[in-house]
Each structure stands twice: as structure tokens, then as C-alpha cells.
T-cell receptor, first 112, second 113 residues
């Protein structure tokens, strides 16, 4: 079974600084997708960024980028120029042909 | 289309009662997922549908839980004989197909007293 591990329950970053959230996963599949979702307090889950496993190039969405290391099964999220609105729970997710599995999440605090 | 819609948003029920939640996915999405989330944890997979077919159900899911998606449109999740441990946020998500991201609803928060 596929598992997703986020080893950082909490992270903190100063406004305008950069922070990296870690994620590792375990799979025997070769075709899969990885996602980072953001869940602000009492609000719904929204997609931050996605990465297809067959693509070597790391995905980037404005201030958000990933470091995808397929051999190491690692998928970290880098947030540059952190803003107060980035404060939320961040979940790493894995998806192959079937369901989508999530990590336990990292709570990100942004200090002004 | 306004996105994935879940009803009710909140439900308080007495232990032993049955509850049913509804999820209306984005109209063109053929995949629909149910997750359970407790405070401070990640979403835990419950089950998913492709169109009207229920393709997978978590082994952790008690027989008290059942889900349907008649006609491949909206879905319902029923919990029979609720227990206090069922208290959680129940999330629904939908997607076009396997290689696209899932869009989430706002969830139904269940409290069993």
C-alpha cells in the first residue's frame, strides 16, 4: 500500500522568507501524481501545486515550487517570499490509478 | 458550476442514530472520493467511485459505513448506529479522471454526543 509521510508536524517562517516542507512516499508504481494541498483554518482544501512522476522538471506555481526526487521518493514544497496568507495546514498527497492518499500534514505559521 | 457541495455543513447526532451526508460533485467529474479527517490529521481515505461504480473501499471502514452514487451524479455517505469515535469532518472530493487533481468540498462536521 502506498504511504505518504510528512515528518514536520509544525514549521514556522518569517514573513518574506523562504520555507521548505518535506514529504516522502512509498510506492511500487511507476505512473503516479503528487500534490500539495493547503487547508487554511476552518476552510476547504485547495490545490497548491501538482507534479507528474514522468516529468523530470520540477513544477512551479508563482511563489511555490517543488523538489521532486523520484529515486529517493521525495517531494518537498518550497514557499518563497512567505506571506501571512500562507499560514495553513499543508498536506502532501499521492495518487496513482486509484485513490488519493494524504500525509498527516504540516502546520505552517508565518510570523510578521 | 460552484464547485463541490456538501450538505449538511454540520450535524449533531445522538449515539446510536443513523446519519446521511450528501455530496454534489462538479458536474463533469466522473470520480468522487470520500475522506474522514480528525482534528490535526490528514484526510483518511474511505471510498471512491468512478461514475456509479464503487471501485475501492478502505479496509478500515466499518460495516456501519455505506456509500452510494446512483446514476454517477451526487453521492451519499451513511453511517449507521453512530459512535462517538465517528465524530470527525467528512470530506468529499471530485476529479475528472485519475491524472487530475481532486477538488474538495467544505466538508460535513459530525459530532456524536
Amino acid at each position: 500500500a502506498q504511504t505518504v509521510t510528512q515528518s514536520q508536524p509544525e514549521m514556522s517562517v518569517q514573513e518574506a522568507e523562504t520555507v521548505t516542507l518535506s514529504c516522502t512516499y512509498d510506492t511500487s508504481e511507476s505512473d503516479y501524481y503528487l500534490f500539495w494541498y493547503k487547508q487554511p483554518p476552518s476552510r476547504q482544501m485547495i490545490l497548491v501545486i501538482r507534479q507528474e512522476a514522468y516529468k523530470q522538471q520540477n513544477a512551479t506555481e508563482n511563489r511555490f515550487s517543488v523538489n521532486f526526487q523520484k529515486a529517493a521518493k521525495s517531494f518537498s514544497l518550497k514557499i518563497s517570499d512567505s506571506q501571512l496568507g500562507d499560514a495553513a495546514m499543508y498536506f502532501c498527497a499521492y495518487r496513482s490509478a486509484g485513490d488519493m492518499r494524504f500525509g498527516a500534514g504540516t502546520r505552517l505559521t508565518v510570523k510578521p | 458550476d460552484t464547485g463541490v457541495s456538501q450538505n449538511p455543513r454540520h450535524k449533531i447526532t445522538k449515539r446510536g442514530q443513523n446519519v446521511t451526508f450528501r455530496c454534489d460533485p462538479i458536474s463533469e467529474h466522473n470520480r468522487l472520493y470520500w475522506y474522514r479527517q480528525t482534528l490535526g490529521q490528514g484526510p483518511e481515505f474511505l471510498t471512491y467511485f468512478q461514475n456509479e461504480a464503487q471501485l475501492e473501499k478502505s479496509r478500515l471502514l466499518s460495516d456501519r459505513f455505506s456509500a452510494e452514487r446512483p446514476k454517477g451524479s451526487f453521492s451519499t455517505l451513511e453511517i449507521q448506529r453512530t459512535e462517538q469515535g465517528d465524530s470527525a469532518m467528512y470530506l468529499c472530493a471530485s476529479s475528472m479522471y485519475k491524472n487530475t487533481e481532486a477538488f474538495f468540498g467544505q466538508g460535513t462536521r459530525l459530532t456524536v454526543v
